[in-house]
Protein backbone atom coordinates (compact mmCIF):
# COMPACT_ATOMS: atom_id res chain seq x y z
CA UNK A 1 0.00 0.00 0.00
CA UNK A 2 2.57 2.63 0.78
CA UNK A 3 4.19 2.09 -2.66
CA UNK A 4 0.83 3.40 -4.15
CA UNK A 5 0.38 6.16 -2.00
CA UNK A 6 4.47 7.06 -3.31
CA UNK A 7 2.76 6.16 -6.81
CA UNK A 8 -0.19 8.77 -6.92
CA UNK A 9 1.87 11.54 -4.87
CA UNK A 10 4.67 11.30 -7.61
CA UNK A 11 1.58 11.31 -9.96
CA UNK A 12 -0.04 14.38 -8.41
CA UNK A 13 3.52 16.45 -8.42
CA UNK A 14 3.65 16.04 -12.32
CA UNK A 15 0.17 16.73 -13.03
CA UNK A 16 1.04 20.14 -11.03
CA UNK A 17 4.18 20.44 -13.04
CA UNK A 18 2.41 20.02 -16.20
CA UNK A 19 0.05 22.90 -15.83
CA UNK A 20 2.52 25.04 -14.52
CA UNK A 21 4.49 24.31 -17.88
CA UNK A 22 1.20 24.77 -20.11
CA UNK A 23 0.56 28.33 -18.26
CA UNK A 24 4.46 29.33 -18.98
CA UNK A 25 4.08 28.03 -22.81
CA UNK A 26 0.55 30.21 -23.21
CA UNK A 27 2.15 33.32 -22.01
CA UNK A 28 5.35 33.06 -24.17
CA UNK A 29 3.42 32.08 -26.72
CA UNK A 30 4.27 28.37 -27.75
CA UNK A 31 4.78 25.02 -26.85
CA UNK A 32 8.03 23.34 -27.66
CA UNK A 33 7.74 20.01 -29.35
CA UNK A 34 10.81 18.61 -28.33
CA UNK A 35 9.92 19.37 -24.66
CA UNK A 36 6.56 17.50 -25.35
CA UNK A 37 8.79 14.17 -26.56
CA UNK A 38 10.81 14.21 -23.32
CA UNK A 39 7.72 14.19 -21.14
CA UNK A 40 5.67 10.89 -19.73
CA UNK A 41 2.33 9.96 -20.80
CA UNK A 42 0.90 10.92 -17.40
CA UNK A 43 2.61 14.53 -17.95
CA UNK A 44 1.37 14.84 -21.83
CA UNK A 45 -2.12 13.34 -20.50
CA UNK A 46 -2.51 16.03 -18.22
CA UNK A 47 -1.49 18.70 -20.42
CA UNK A 48 -4.18 17.72 -23.02
CA UNK A 49 -6.66 17.68 -21.07
CA UNK A 50 -5.73 21.27 -20.33
CA UNK A 51 -6.40 21.73 -23.97
CA UNK A 52 -9.71 19.96 -23.90
CA UNK A 53 -8.05 17.42 -25.99
CA UNK A 54 -10.86 14.81 -26.46
CA UNK A 55 -10.26 11.01 -25.18
CA UNK A 56 -6.69 12.07 -24.17
CA UNK A 57 -5.95 9.18 -22.09
CA UNK A 58 -6.61 6.34 -24.99
CA UNK A 59 -3.83 7.83 -27.36
CA UNK A 60 -0.85 6.48 -28.20
CA UNK A 61 2.24 9.31 -26.82
CA UNK A 62 2.95 10.07 -30.49
CA UNK A 63 -0.45 11.38 -31.41
CA UNK A 64 -1.07 12.69 -27.92
CA UNK A 65 2.02 14.98 -29.25
CA UNK A 66 0.11 15.94 -32.56
CA UNK A 67 -3.26 16.11 -30.58
CA UNK A 68 -1.28 18.92 -27.89
CA UNK A 69 0.22 20.65 -30.95
CA UNK A 70 -2.89 21.05 -32.67
CA UNK A 71 -5.14 22.25 -29.78
CA UNK A 72 -2.55 24.95 -29.26
CA UNK A 73 -1.81 26.11 -32.35
CA UNK A 74 -5.89 26.96 -32.75
CA UNK A 75 -6.06 28.68 -29.64
CA UNK A 76 -3.09 30.76 -29.82
CA UNK A 77 -0.16 30.40 -31.09
CA UNK A 78 3.30 29.17 -31.75
CA UNK A 79 4.74 26.27 -31.90
CA UNK A 80 8.42 25.65 -31.88
CA UNK A 81 10.13 22.12 -33.05
CA UNK A 82 13.46 20.48 -33.07
CA UNK A 83 14.71 17.37 -35.25
CA UNK A 84 17.40 15.88 -37.34
CA UNK A 85 16.74 16.15 -41.37
CA UNK A 86 16.10 13.01 -42.98
CA UNK A 87 15.98 14.02 -46.71
CA UNK A 88 13.81 11.62 -49.02
CA UNK A 89 14.49 10.93 -52.63
CA UNK A 90 11.58 13.32 -53.82
CA UNK A 91 13.71 16.24 -52.79
CA UNK A 92 11.28 16.91 -49.65
CA UNK A 93 12.34 15.98 -46.30
CA UNK A 94 11.32 15.61 -42.47
CA UNK A 95 12.77 16.15 -38.97
CA UNK A 96 13.42 13.27 -37.13
CA UNK A 97 13.38 12.81 -33.38
CA UNK A 98 16.11 10.87 -31.65
CA UNK A 99 13.39 10.32 -28.95
CA UNK A 100 11.83 7.67 -31.34
CA UNK A 101 15.07 6.56 -33.02
CA UNK A 102 14.37 8.35 -35.94
CA UNK A 103 11.35 6.45 -37.09
CA UNK A 104 9.15 8.31 -39.05
CA UNK A 105 5.69 9.47 -36.94
CA UNK A 106 2.76 11.37 -37.24
CA UNK A 107 4.54 14.64 -35.10
CA UNK A 108 7.40 15.01 -37.27
CA UNK A 109 7.96 17.56 -39.21
CA UNK A 110 7.91 18.31 -43.25
CA UNK A 111 10.68 20.36 -44.40
CA UNK A 112 10.33 21.89 -48.13
CA UNK A 113 12.66 21.78 -50.89
CA UNK A 114 13.09 25.56 -50.83
CA UNK A 115 14.05 25.71 -47.46
CA UNK A 116 16.28 22.71 -48.14
CA UNK A 117 18.31 24.59 -51.15
CA UNK A 118 17.90 28.02 -49.35
CA UNK A 119 20.07 26.93 -46.80
CA UNK A 120 21.88 24.45 -47.89
CA UNK A 121 20.24 21.43 -46.03
CA UNK A 122 21.81 18.12 -45.78
CA UNK A 123 20.45 15.11 -44.20
CA UNK A 124 21.81 15.03 -40.23
CA UNK A 125 21.34 18.66 -39.95
CA UNK A 126 19.70 19.48 -36.46
CA UNK A 127 17.37 22.43 -37.15
CA UNK A 128 14.62 24.08 -34.93
CA UNK A 129 12.26 26.60 -35.75
CA UNK A 130 8.95 27.60 -35.69
CA UNK A 131 6.56 25.06 -37.09
CA UNK A 132 2.79 25.25 -38.49
CA UNK A 133 -0.15 22.59 -37.85
CA UNK A 134 -1.21 20.65 -40.97
CA UNK A 135 -3.81 22.30 -43.00
CA UNK A 136 -6.98 20.24 -44.60
CA UNK A 137 -5.56 17.44 -46.73
CA UNK A 138 -1.95 17.46 -44.75
CA UNK A 139 -0.76 14.81 -42.90
CA UNK A 140 1.99 16.73 -41.09
CA UNK A 141 3.16 19.63 -38.97
CA UNK A 142 5.31 21.59 -41.82
CA UNK A 143 8.95 24.12 -40.84
CA UNK A 144 7.42 27.44 -41.66
CA UNK A 145 11.10 29.59 -40.23
CA UNK A 146 14.38 28.39 -39.22
CA UNK A 147 16.00 29.62 -36.15
CA UNK A 148 18.99 27.46 -35.76
CA UNK A 149 21.07 24.90 -38.07
CA UNK A 150 23.55 22.90 -35.84
CA UNK A 151 22.44 25.29 -32.61
CA UNK A 152 23.94 28.11 -34.49
CA UNK A 153 22.37 30.84 -36.03
CA UNK A 154 21.22 29.86 -39.93
CA UNK A 155 23.68 31.94 -41.78
CA UNK A 156 26.42 30.29 -39.99
CA UNK A 157 25.65 26.97 -41.73
CA UNK A 158 26.12 28.13 -45.00
CA UNK A 159 30.14 28.77 -44.50
CA UNK A 160 30.68 25.56 -43.22
CA UNK A 161 33.16 23.06 -45.47
CA UNK A 162 31.87 19.68 -46.58
CA UNK A 163 32.96 16.82 -44.01
CA UNK A 164 34.78 15.11 -46.82
CA UNK A 165 37.24 18.41 -47.98
CA UNK A 166 38.37 18.36 -44.45
CA UNK A 167 41.78 16.94 -43.56
CA UNK A 168 41.84 14.55 -41.30
CA UNK A 169 44.89 14.30 -38.98
CA UNK A 170 45.91 11.86 -36.08
CA UNK A 171 44.87 12.24 -32.45
CA UNK A 172 46.26 14.77 -30.91
CA UNK A 173 43.94 15.69 -27.90
CA UNK A 174 43.36 12.96 -24.74
CA UNK A 175 40.07 12.10 -23.86
CA UNK A 176 40.68 11.45 -20.20
CA UNK A 177 38.07 8.65 -18.73
CA UNK A 178 39.60 8.74 -15.65
CA UNK A 179 37.00 9.61 -13.07
CA UNK A 180 36.58 7.16 -9.76
CA UNK A 181 39.35 5.74 -7.87
CA UNK A 182 37.26 2.74 -8.07
CA UNK A 183 36.38 2.55 -12.34
CA UNK A 184 39.43 0.65 -12.69
CA UNK A 185 38.02 0.45 -16.44
CA UNK A 186 38.57 3.50 -17.38
CA UNK A 187 41.94 4.19 -15.64
CA UNK A 188 43.56 1.18 -17.66
CA UNK A 189 42.53 2.49 -20.83
CA UNK A 190 43.88 5.54 -19.83
CA UNK A 191 47.10 4.16 -19.25
CA UNK A 192 47.79 1.72 -22.11
CA UNK A 193 45.08 2.59 -24.76
CA UNK A 194 44.17 6.07 -24.23
CA UNK A 195 41.67 7.51 -26.15
CA UNK A 196 42.10 11.04 -28.23
CA UNK A 197 39.74 12.81 -30.28
CA UNK A 198 39.18 11.69 -33.70
CA UNK A 199 40.40 7.68 -32.63
CA UNK A 200 38.80 5.09 -34.69
CA UNK A 201 38.90 2.29 -32.11
CA UNK A 202 38.01 -1.76 -31.69
CA UNK A 203 36.91 -3.43 -28.67
CA UNK A 204 37.27 -6.80 -29.85
CA UNK A 205 35.83 -9.24 -27.71
CA UNK A 206 33.76 -12.69 -27.39
CA UNK A 207 30.57 -13.15 -26.31
CA UNK A 208 30.00 -12.21 -22.53
CA UNK A 209 33.39 -10.70 -22.01
CA UNK A 210 31.73 -7.45 -20.49
CA UNK A 211 31.90 -5.42 -24.26
CA UNK A 212 28.82 -3.72 -23.03
CA UNK A 213 30.15 -2.44 -19.48
CA UNK A 214 33.32 -0.99 -20.51
CA UNK A 215 31.44 1.09 -23.48
CA UNK A 216 29.03 2.31 -20.24
CA UNK A 217 32.52 3.08 -18.40
CA UNK A 218 34.04 5.15 -21.40
CA UNK A 219 30.70 6.99 -21.75
CA UNK A 220 30.81 7.87 -17.82
CA UNK A 221 34.13 8.82 -18.10
CA UNK A 222 33.45 11.42 -21.19
CA UNK A 223 30.57 12.70 -19.70
CA UNK A 224 32.40 13.93 -16.81
CA UNK A 225 34.86 14.44 -17.72
CA UNK A 226 34.68 16.32 -20.98
CA UNK A 227 31.42 18.47 -21.36
CA UNK A 228 31.65 20.31 -24.28
CA UNK A 229 31.88 16.90 -26.16
CA UNK A 230 28.23 15.29 -27.88
CA UNK A 231 28.23 12.08 -27.09
CA UNK A 232 25.84 9.56 -28.92
CA UNK A 233 25.20 5.78 -28.18
CA UNK A 234 24.27 3.57 -31.23
CA UNK A 235 22.87 0.28 -30.01
CA UNK A 236 22.22 -2.34 -33.81
CA UNK A 237 20.27 -5.69 -33.08
CA UNK A 238 20.61 -5.32 -29.45
CA UNK A 239 18.28 -6.54 -26.52
CA UNK A 240 16.07 -3.99 -25.56
CA UNK A 241 16.32 -4.84 -21.89
CA UNK A 242 20.06 -3.20 -22.61
CA UNK A 243 18.63 -0.47 -24.53
CA UNK A 244 17.04 0.31 -21.70
CA UNK A 245 20.04 -0.51 -19.06
CA UNK A 246 21.86 2.03 -21.20
CA UNK A 247 19.57 4.65 -21.31
CA UNK A 248 19.07 4.65 -17.34
CA UNK A 249 22.74 4.48 -16.68
CA UNK A 250 24.53 7.00 -19.23
CA UNK A 251 23.73 11.05 -19.96
CA UNK A 252 23.95 10.89 -23.80
CA UNK A 253 21.69 10.46 -26.65
CA UNK A 254 21.17 6.49 -27.02
CA UNK A 255 19.90 5.62 -30.59
CA UNK A 256 19.03 2.07 -31.09
CA UNK A 257 17.31 -0.63 -33.46
CA UNK A 258 16.28 -3.60 -31.61
CA UNK A 259 17.15 -7.48 -33.02
CA UNK A 260 13.10 -7.94 -33.35
CA UNK A 261 13.33 -5.02 -35.94
CA UNK A 262 14.36 -5.27 -40.07
CA UNK A 263 18.07 -4.94 -41.34
CA UNK A 264 16.81 -1.67 -43.24
CA UNK A 265 16.45 -0.14 -39.80
CA UNK A 266 19.22 -0.90 -38.77
CA UNK A 267 21.20 0.46 -41.64
CA UNK A 268 18.49 3.65 -41.52
CA UNK A 269 19.03 4.35 -38.10
CA UNK A 270 23.19 4.01 -38.26
CA UNK A 271 23.27 6.41 -41.51
CA UNK A 272 20.99 8.87 -39.64
CA UNK A 273 23.43 8.87 -36.57
CA UNK A 274 26.93 9.14 -38.90
CA UNK A 275 25.18 11.92 -40.90
CA UNK A 276 24.10 13.83 -37.66
CA UNK A 277 27.73 13.38 -36.69
CA UNK A 278 29.43 14.69 -39.61
CA UNK A 279 27.15 17.87 -39.89
CA UNK A 280 28.20 18.59 -36.21
CA UNK A 281 31.82 17.76 -36.96
CA UNK A 282 31.79 20.81 -39.57
CA UNK A 283 30.08 23.39 -37.36
CA UNK A 284 33.63 22.23 -35.57
CA UNK A 285 31.95 20.24 -32.42
CA UNK A 286 33.79 17.04 -30.81
CA UNK A 287 31.43 13.98 -30.86
CA UNK A 288 31.67 10.15 -30.00
CA UNK A 289 29.70 7.16 -30.85
CA UNK A 290 29.65 4.26 -29.31
CA UNK A 291 28.18 1.57 -31.56
CA UNK A 292 27.60 -1.87 -30.27
CA UNK A 293 27.98 -3.54 -32.49
CA UNK A 294 30.32 -3.15 -35.87
CA UNK A 295 29.54 -6.69 -36.78
CA UNK A 296 25.61 -6.53 -36.14
CA UNK A 297 25.86 -3.58 -38.23
CA UNK A 298 27.85 -5.53 -41.18
CA UNK A 299 25.43 -8.43 -40.67
CA UNK A 300 22.45 -5.64 -41.52
CA UNK A 301 24.56 -3.97 -44.48
CA UNK A 302 25.45 -7.91 -45.63
CA UNK A 303 20.94 -8.38 -45.73
CA UNK A 304 19.83 -5.29 -47.50
CA UNK A 305 22.31 -5.00 -50.41
CA UNK A 306 21.79 -6.14 -53.62
CA UNK A 307 23.43 -9.43 -54.28
CA UNK A 308 26.39 -8.40 -56.77
CA UNK A 309 27.57 -12.50 -57.31
CA UNK A 310 30.61 -12.21 -55.63
CA UNK A 311 30.49 -13.95 -52.33
CA UNK A 312 33.75 -14.09 -49.59
CA UNK A 313 33.38 -17.10 -46.99
CA UNK A 314 31.08 -16.93 -44.52
CA UNK A 315 28.08 -16.00 -47.37
CA UNK A 316 29.72 -11.90 -47.06
CA UNK A 317 28.87 -10.34 -50.05
CA UNK A 318 31.82 -8.41 -51.97
CA UNK A 319 29.50 -5.15 -51.61
CA UNK A 320 28.06 -5.96 -47.73
CA UNK A 321 31.06 -3.87 -46.15
CA UNK A 322 31.17 -0.97 -48.22
CA UNK A 323 28.23 0.57 -46.08
CA UNK A 324 29.87 -0.44 -42.50
CA UNK A 325 33.06 0.47 -43.57
CA UNK A 326 32.72 4.40 -44.41
CA UNK A 327 30.81 4.82 -41.04
CA UNK A 328 33.95 3.17 -39.33
CA UNK A 329 36.19 5.47 -41.80
CA UNK A 330 34.35 8.68 -41.01
CA UNK A 331 36.27 9.30 -37.37
CA UNK A 332 38.63 11.39 -37.69
CA UNK A 333 40.62 14.48 -36.17
CA UNK A 334 40.20 18.03 -38.20
CA UNK A 335 42.82 19.72 -38.75
CA UNK A 336 40.95 23.26 -37.94
CA UNK A 337 38.86 22.12 -35.37
CA UNK A 338 35.88 19.65 -34.74
CA UNK A 339 36.51 15.79 -34.24
CA UNK A 340 34.36 12.58 -34.55
CA UNK A 341 35.48 9.54 -32.18
CA UNK A 342 34.07 6.07 -32.95
CA UNK A 343 34.58 3.45 -30.85
CA UNK A 344 32.94 0.39 -31.70
CA UNK A 345 32.73 -3.08 -30.90
CA UNK A 346 33.88 -6.41 -33.61
CA UNK A 347 32.22 -9.69 -31.76
CA UNK A 348 34.50 -12.83 -32.30
CA UNK A 349 34.75 -16.40 -31.09
CA UNK A 350 30.67 -16.59 -32.12
CA UNK A 351 31.18 -20.16 -33.90
CA UNK A 352 30.01 -17.83 -37.01
CA UNK A 353 32.22 -18.01 -39.96
CA UNK A 354 30.67 -14.83 -41.18
CA UNK A 355 31.29 -12.68 -38.02
CA UNK A 356 35.25 -13.60 -38.63
CA UNK A 357 35.38 -12.32 -42.04
CA UNK A 358 34.09 -9.24 -41.06
CA UNK A 359 36.21 -9.18 -38.12
CA UNK A 360 39.16 -9.90 -40.55
CA UNK A 361 38.01 -7.03 -42.87
CA UNK A 362 38.38 -4.29 -39.71
CA UNK A 363 41.48 -5.72 -38.05
CA UNK A 364 44.10 -3.07 -39.09
CA UNK A 365 41.63 0.09 -40.43
CA UNK A 366 41.38 1.48 -36.37
CA UNK A 367 43.99 3.41 -34.90
CA UNK A 368 43.58 1.63 -31.62
CA UNK A 369 42.42 -1.68 -30.02
CA UNK A 370 41.15 -3.37 -27.09
CA UNK A 371 40.99 -6.78 -26.82
CA UNK A 372 38.88 -8.43 -24.39
CA UNK A 373 39.60 -12.02 -23.06
CA UNK A 374 37.26 -14.66 -22.24
CA UNK A 375 40.17 -16.71 -19.36
CA UNK A 376 39.64 -13.39 -17.33
CA UNK A 377 36.50 -12.94 -17.32
CA UNK A 378 35.72 -16.79 -16.23
CA UNK A 379 38.28 -15.88 -13.51
CA UNK A 380 36.13 -12.97 -12.74
CA UNK A 381 39.10 -10.70 -12.95
CA UNK A 382 37.48 -7.36 -14.72
CA UNK A 383 38.42 -5.20 -16.89
CA UNK A 384 38.86 -8.86 -19.18
CA UNK A 385 41.82 -6.62 -21.21
CA UNK A 386 44.28 -8.53 -22.56
CA UNK A 387 46.99 -6.19 -22.13
CA UNK A 388 50.04 -7.60 -24.35
CA UNK A 389 47.71 -7.47 -27.50
CA UNK A 390 45.71 -3.88 -26.77
CA UNK A 391 47.46 -0.49 -27.68
CA UNK A 392 46.84 2.61 -29.69
CA UNK A 393 48.66 3.88 -32.40
CA UNK A 394 50.48 7.24 -32.20
CA UNK A 395 49.81 7.14 -28.44
CA UNK A 396 52.97 9.32 -27.79
CA UNK A 397 50.65 12.49 -29.31
CA UNK A 398 48.40 11.97 -26.63
CA UNK A 399 50.38 11.38 -23.39
CA UNK A 400 52.81 13.47 -22.00
CA UNK A 401 56.80 12.47 -22.19
CA UNK A 402 56.77 11.21 -18.64
CA UNK A 403 53.68 9.31 -18.56
CA UNK A 404 54.90 7.64 -21.91
CA UNK A 405 58.32 6.09 -20.26
CA UNK A 406 56.55 5.02 -17.33
CA UNK A 407 53.73 3.17 -19.52
CA UNK A 408 56.98 2.02 -21.73
CA UNK A 409 58.61 0.53 -18.66
CA UNK A 410 55.30 -0.72 -17.53
CA UNK A 411 54.73 -2.47 -20.79
CA UNK A 412 58.10 -4.07 -21.12
CA UNK A 413 57.07 -5.84 -17.60
CA UNK A 414 53.97 -7.11 -18.40
CA UNK A 415 54.84 -8.57 -21.82
CA UNK A 416 57.13 -11.42 -19.42
CA UNK A 417 54.15 -12.29 -17.97
CA UNK A 418 50.62 -14.29 -19.79
CA UNK A 419 47.68 -12.57 -19.92
CA UNK A 420 45.74 -13.63 -16.68
CA UNK A 421 49.06 -12.63 -14.37
CA UNK A 422 49.61 -9.14 -16.08
CA UNK A 423 45.98 -8.62 -15.63
CA UNK A 424 46.09 -9.69 -11.77
CA UNK A 425 49.42 -7.93 -11.58
CA UNK A 426 48.14 -4.09 -12.98
CA UNK A 427 45.05 -5.04 -10.94
CA UNK A 428 46.52 -5.73 -7.49
CA UNK A 429 48.99 -2.01 -8.07
CA UNK A 430 46.28 -0.54 -9.11
CA UNK A 431 44.02 -1.35 -6.05
CA UNK A 432 46.46 0.44 -3.68
CA UNK A 433 46.14 3.71 -5.24
CA UNK A 434 43.58 6.54 -6.11
CA UNK A 435 44.53 7.99 -9.26
CA UNK A 436 46.98 7.13 -12.31
CA UNK A 437 49.07 9.53 -11.12
CA UNK A 438 49.63 8.01 -7.80
CA UNK A 439 49.98 4.54 -9.47
CA UNK A 440 52.82 6.18 -11.66
CA UNK A 441 54.59 7.73 -8.86
CA UNK A 442 54.71 4.34 -6.76
CA UNK A 443 57.14 2.49 -9.89
CA UNK A 444 59.68 4.87 -8.35
CA UNK A 445 59.47 3.04 -5.32
Same mark, same amino acid.
Given at each position: ???????? #????????????????????????????????????????????????????????????????? =????????????????????????????? @??????????? #????????????? &????? /?????????????????????????????????????????????????? !???? +??????? +????? $?????? &?????????????????????????????????????? !????????? /???????????????????????? =??? *??????? *???????? #??? /????????? &????????? $???????????? *??????????? $? $??? +??????????? #????? &??????????????? @???? @???????????????? +? /??? !?????????????????????????????????????????? !?? @??????
Amino acid at each position: MPARNNNS #SNDIVEIREARVEVAAAEEEGGLNLKALKEKKISELAQIARNFNVDGASSLRKQDLIFAILQAQA =EQSGFIYGEGVLEILSDGFGFLRSPDYNY @LPGPDDIYVSP #SQIRRFNLRTGDV &VSGQI /RPPKEGERYFALLKVEAINYEEPERAREKILFDNLTPLYPQEHLSLEHDP !EEYT +TRIIDLL +TPIGK $GQRGLV &VAAPRTGKTMMLQSIAHGITQNHKEVILIVLLIDERPE !EVTDMQRSV /RAEVVSSTFDEPATRHVQVAEMVI =EKA *KRLVEHG *KDVVILLD #SIT /RLARAYNAV &VPPSGKLLS $GGVDANALRGPK *KFFGAARNIED $G $GSL +TIIGTALVDTG #SRMDE &VIFEEFKGTGNMEIH @LDRR @LMDKRIFPALDINRSG +T /RKE !ELLLSREVLNRVWILRKLLAQLNTVEAMEFLMDKAHGTKTNQ !EF @LDSMNQ
